[in-house]
């Protein structure tokens, strides 16, 4: 009974020292587990594979620092799925703390493959007011964001001679940490005929797949797990090529398995410790009765 | 003075209802063109409670300093890490070490972002997963039918959803039956089946009866029945 009572009462510290060297050492020493991609990432993947080159792409990235290491690999896999396939990116966020991520994201996939803003992409920044945003913006985008993030009028980009509205788009992401994927998709998508897909974190996933299952989205990809599988997609196909590294949600994978199969271990003999002092305390009154 | 306290709000309350209802069944130019008038009207109104918003944080704790509520230390930090992140984001100011101004990559408003605010962030969240690791250690217990259910389907995700359980899966047990390849220990299979069966039952379910309950509030809201967005209580 000394090493159940032990394991039972153990020092969170131990737990916690656990954690971090089981989040660490994958990450110091990669242990190259393998991603393998679902259907619900690949019908992002291939729907946007298969847009001809220069079509417009709106992804509305609505996410902050808390998800950045769930999301932002997937946002930037997207943009250089985009500037491989020569695709047209339209950047935006309806939340307030996330344009600082996306400019960094836009800037850097946009230097490395020599694509300019207002011409290529079109970085547009944060607008308040969720519902107001997506509606003002399937009546005109230069309308509801007049400037784009650096300040410069959107009316007179060579961009926006070409699209004004959602439904000149021919495909919408949404890349979400909150509760705006429905906002887009009743607004956005669905009343202007624009196919959507959704990347979103792993807590969130699970609501969505009745979208998923109804078509009304035409792929689904949660957490880090989501992205994981998107750029080793986006590697498979392009990373020869267009020389592509290993993304940042690949290298976390192993972190996250190691994590998890630590948090199962423990559960399944934290469990076990529990029947057997439960069944000695059941034991032990029945003796004394 | 009573009737725009009482009567004045329902009114606009019923007439917006109404209209921004009835365009979304009418698709027209002109419909489209009220709509873009209320949104605008939105976003306006959006502005000014962002500007409310940040008057009141101030408001609150320029309080808390002034009268040295405990904690106030604190206060000073919020005070002054807002007054530097908007002066470095409006103003152009060129400072020693920094070649960008206002929003620009190089910018002391970026920087302030990228080294400051996001590992701040990110850790308060990171944080977490400590926790859910040692409450997991220490409270999820097979007590009763419906907790061991709920313990058996969070492993078998945990795991499902991880390479290391596709990992698992190819290194378990290969058999055939029916003509097909399956795998003895398919964790990855588990997880797809248990979030597109029961999961997506359950969540279309939830989805159906929270919606019905959207239309029911707005018909509420747009009646006059539903006034707790007056004040007061009703």
Same mark, same amino acid.
């Given at each position: 009974? =000394?090493?159940?009572?032990?394991?039972?009462?153990?020092?969170? /510290?131990?737990?916690?020292?656990?954690?971090?060297?089981?989040? !660490?050492?994958?990450?110091?020493?990669?242990?190259?587990?393998?991603?393998?991609?679902?259907?619900?990432?690949?019908?992002?993947?291939?729907?946007?594979?298969?847009?001809?080159?220069?079509?417009?792409?709106?992804?509305?990235?609505?996410?902050?620092?808390?998800?950045?290491?769930?999301?932002?690999?997937?946002?930037?896999?997207?943009?250089?799925?985009?500037?491989?396939?020569?695709?047209?990116?339209?950047?935006?966020?309806?939340?307030?703390?996330?344009?600082?991520?996306?400019?960094?994201?836009?800037?850097?996939? !946009?230097?490395?493959?020599?694509?300019?803003?207002?011409?290529?992409?079109?970085?547009?920044?944060?607008?308040?007011?969720?519902?107001?945003?997506?509606?003002?913006?399937?009546?005109?985008?230069?309308?509801?964001?007049?400037?784009?993030?650096?300040?410069?009028?959107?009316? =007179?980009?060579?961009?926006?001679?070409?699209?004004?509205?959602?439904?000149?788009?021919?495909?919408? $992401?949404?890349?979400?940490?909150?509760?705006?994927?429905?906002?887009?998709? !009743?607004?956005?998508?669905?009343?202007?005929?624009?196919?959507?897909?959704?990347?979103?974190?792993?807590?969130?996933?699970?609501?969505?797949?009745?979208?998923?299952?109804?078509?009304?989205?035409?792929?689904?990809?949660?957490?880090?797990? =989501?992205?994981?599988?998107?750029?080793? $997609?986006?590697?498979?196909?392009?990373?020869?090529?267009?020389?592509?590294?290993?993304?940042?949600?690949?290298?976390?994978?192993?972190?996250?398995?190691?994590?998890?199969?630590?948090?199962?271990?423990?559960?399944?003999?934290?469990?076990?410790?529990?029947?057997?002092?439960? /069944?000695?305390? +059941?034991?032990?009154?029945?003796?004394?009765? | 003075?009573?009737?725009?306290? +009482?009567?004045?709000?329902?009114?606009?309350?019923?007439?917006?209802?109404?209209?921004?209802?009835?365009?979304?069944?009418?698709?027209?130019?002109?419909?489209?063109?009220?709509?873009?008038?209320?949104? *605008?009207?939105?976003?306006?109104?959006? =502005?000014?409670?962002?500007?409310?918003?940040?008057?009141?944080?101030?408001?609150?704790?320029?309080?808390?300093?002034?009268?040295?509520?405990?904690?106030?230390?604190?206060?000073?930090?919020?005070?002054?890490?807002?007054?530097?992140?908007?002066?470095?984001?409006?103003?152009?100011?060129?400072?020693?070490?920094?070649?960008?101004?206002? /929003?620009?990559?190089?910018?002391?408003?970026?920087?302030?972002?990228?080294?400051?605010?996001?590992?701040?962030?990110?850790?308060?969240?990171?944080?977490?997963?400590?926790?859910?690791?040692?409450?997991?250690?220490?409270?999820? +217990?097979?007590?009763?039918?419906?907790?061991?259910?709920?313990?058996?389907?969070?492993?078998?995700?945990?795991?499902?959803?991880?390479?290391?359980?596709?990992?698992?899966?190819? *290194?378990?047990?290969?058999?055939?039956?029916?003509?097909?390849?399956?795998?003895?220990?398919?964790?990855?299979?588990?997880?797809?089946?248990?979030?597109?069966?029961?999961?997506?039952? !359950?969540?279309?379910?939830? $989805?159906?009866?929270?919606?019905?309950?959207?239309?029911?509030?707005?018909?509420?809201?747009?009646?006059?029945?539903?006034?707790?967005?007056?004040?007061?209580?009703?």
């Amino acid at each position: 009974m =000394g090493f159940v009572r032990f394991i039972l009462n153990l020092d969170r /510290r131990v737990i916690y020292t656990i954690v971090a060297v089981s989040v !660490a050492w994958p990450l110091i020493q990669p242990l190259k587990l393998p991603v393998v991609p679902t259907t619900e990432v690949k019908g992002i993947f291939d729907t946007i594979d298969a847009l001809p080159a220069g079509s417009n792409v709106l992804i509305a990235a609505d996410f902050d620092p808390a998800s950045k290491p769930e999301l932002l690999p997937f946002l930037e896999a997207v943009l250089a799925h985009c500037f491989v396939k020569n695709l047209k990116p339209h950047l935006l966020t309806l939340w307030p703390t996330g344009p600082g991520l996306m400019q960094t994201a836009i800037e850097k996939e !946009a230097k490395k493959f020599g694509k300019h803003s207002g011409v290529d992409y079109c970085f547009l920044g944060f607008r308040y007011g969720t519902l107001a945003v997506v509606l003002g913006m399937a009546s005109s985008i230069p309308d509801t964001f007049v400037t784009d993030f650096y300040g410069k009028p959107t009316a =007179g980009m060579p961009i926006y001679q070409e699209v004004t509205k959602i439904s000149q788009m021919k495909y919408l $992401l949404e890349i979400a940490a909150g509760a705006t994927v429905e906002t887009w998709l !009743a607004y956005g998508a669905q009343p202007e005929k624009v196919p959507m897909g959704v990347s979103c974190t792993a807590v969130s996933a699970t609501q969505y797949y009745p979208y998923l299952q109804a078509k009304q989205i035409t792929g689904l990809a949660g957490g880090m797990k =989501g992205s994981a599988e998107y750029e080793k $997609l986006l590697l498979d196909k392009y990373g020869q090529q267009y020389n592509i590294p290993p993304g940042d949600a690949i290298r976390g994978m192993d972190a996250q398995s190691m994590v998890h199969l630590f948090i199962v271990l423990s559960i399944i003999i934290a469990n076990i410790c529990f029947f057997i002092q439960t /069944r000695y305390e +059941r034991k032990q009154r029945r003796a004394s009765a | 003075m009573l009737f725009f306290k +009482r009567q004045w709000p329902i009114i606009v309350a019923f007439s917006v209802g109404i209209v921004m209802w009835a365009r979304y069944y009418i698709p027209t130019e002109q419909s489209r063109t009220i709509q873009d008038v209320f949104t *605008n009207w939105d976003r306006i109104i959006f =502005g000014f409670a962002a500007a409310l918003a940040v008057l009141s944080m101030l408001h609150h704790h320029y309080t808390k300093v002034r009268r040295k509520r405990p904690g106030y230390a604190f206060s000073y930090i919020t005070l002054g890490s807002f007054v530097v992140m908007a002066l470095a984001g409006f103003l152009p100011l060129h400072l020693p070490g920094f070649t960008g101004i206002q /929003r620009e990559s190089e910018g002391l408003h970026m920087w302030m972002f990228n080294w400051m605010f996001v590992p701040m962030q990110a850790t308060m969240f990171s944080v977490l997963a400590f926790f859910i690791a040692s409450a997991a250690f220490r409270a999820f +217990r097979a007590r009763s039918t419906e907790a061991t259910a709920l313990l058996v389907t969070a492993c078998l995700m945990m795991i499902g959803r991880v390479p290391v359980g596709e990992w698992i899966a190819n *290194n378990s047990h290969h058999f055939q039956r029916f003509g097909n390849e399956y795998k003895a220990l398919d964790f990855p299979a588990l997880a797809s089946w248990l979030l597109n069966v029961p999961n997506a039952a !359950a969540q279309r379910g939830i $989805l159906l009866g929270l919606i019905l309950s959207y239309v029911a509030i707005a018909i509420r809201i747009i009646f006059g029945i539903e006034r707790t967005y007056m004040g007061g209580g009703d």
